[in-house]
């Protein structure tokens, strides 16, 4: 603590060893008496940042959950038709009901599997706008899409498409309508574009976990003309 004086009664100095010393125009400084270095606040995330992921996590859930009702009225429930086969032997359209997860697995824990979309959904958006990965364009992209796939996939699983007389282990079931087959006996499970968005994000995701970059590296200029004008408009702000 630095000393501080003042008058006494007779005009004589005095030495006040406790108290406080003005330091309105001094930088902070350490205990040695070095200036403490000024810490820079984390830059905003751009506004774009936030269109592209609500308008990739609401037009892919939009586009799932209209396909699905679309291509169930069309054939209806799984088993009522067989196939239609838009490459025939290879590419079709057929209704089915997934009522565990990736490839069937956890059958009958649908309400699980919503509660970890719902943990999976609070995650993402604490990632991306809390801890600020929205900065990459490149995860911004991935997580919009997987958020729509969880959107889109969380509405079945909350049974919302469910009606009463229609199979009991359906009601937390994802609606799947996309086949692919290299042969009868060699067929990849059906899906849909909730699942296609969710196998895209991840391809991303893991993609970036290969190749990391800044944090920052996508909001710096990328060019000198950038970096001179980002200079200039600084110094007219001054």
């Known amino acids: 603590m630095e000393k501080a004086t003042m008058l006494s009664p007779n005009g004589d100095p005095q030495v006040l060893a406790n108290a406080p010393a003005d330091r309105s125009n001094h930088p902070p400084q350490s205990r040695d008496g070095s200036p403490l270095p000024h810490s820079n606040p984390l830059p905003a995330i751009p506004t774009n940042r936030y269109i592209t992921f609500f308008a990739l996590a609401i037009l892919g859930a939009v586009a799932d959950l209209w396909t699905k009702q679309a291509m169930f009225a069309w054939r209806g429930l799984p088993g009522m038709r067989p196939p239609h086969w838009v490459v025939e032997g290879y590419v079709g ?17 649908g309400q699980l599997f919503a509660a970890i979309s719902v943990v999976a959904a609070i995650a993402i958006f604490i990632w991306l706008f809390v801890k600020r990965a929205a900065h990459q364009w490149l995860l911004t ?13 969380l509405y079945d699983r909350l049974g919302l498409w469910w009606e009463p007389g229609m199979d009991p282990r359906w009601q937390s079931g994802v609606r799947d309508w996309i086949l692919f087959q290299a042969s009868d006996t060699l067929k990849w499970p ?3 574009i909730a699942d296609s968005l969710l196998v895209c994000g ?4 893991i993609y970036r976990s290969f190749f990391p970059v800044d944090e920052f590296d996508d909001d710096k200029p990328n060019s000198q003309e950038d970096s001179n004008e980002a200079h200039r408009d600084n110094n007219s702000s001054q």
Do not use: Q
Request: glycine share 22%; net charge neutral.
């Open 93 to 109: 359209i057929e209704t089915a009901v997934n009522i565990g997860a990736v490839f069937g697995i956890g059958a009958g824990k």
């Open 202 to 205: 991840a391809a991303m995701l």
């Open 141 to 153: 992209i991935a997580l919009g899409c997987v958020m729509g796939g969880i959107i889109g996939n």
């Open 190 to 192: 059906n899906f849909n």
